[in-house]
């Protein structure tokens, strides 16, 4: 089974949302709400704010960057051990 990198609030059906469009587009931009959209019972598609898509897009980016994630496993270590992030003279 995959794991769901975003809860999903709520489902509707691809014929409810059609009629139900733009109040559910209020629902996402007040709530932040994740929806949904069925057919057949079977999910098809999601409805999310920009906002929340922006935020997955850049968090898959940073997942998806070797690199940067090495940096974040130095850096937790360095935590983890109490080592300096920074060291004071590299300071401005």
């Known amino acids: 089974m ?9 489902y509707v059906p691809v014929t409810k949302a059609k009629a139900l469009f733009l109040d559910m587009i209020r629902m996402i931009d007040d ?3 994740t929806i949904a959209i069925t057919k057949n019972g079977v999910p098809r598609a999601i409805l999310m704010s920009m906002e ?4 997955m897009r850049e968090t898959m980016m940073v997942l998806g960057d070797t690199e940067m994630m090495r940096q974040i496993r130095d850096s937790q270590q360095a935590i983890k051990d109490r080592k300096p ?3 004071l003279e590299d300071l401005p």
């Open 52 to 55: 929340q898509y922006e935020g």
């Open 31 to 33: 709530q932040e709400n």
């Open 2 to 10: 995959r794991r769901r990198a975003v809860e999903i609030d709520s």
């Open 85 to 87: 992030l920074i060291e």
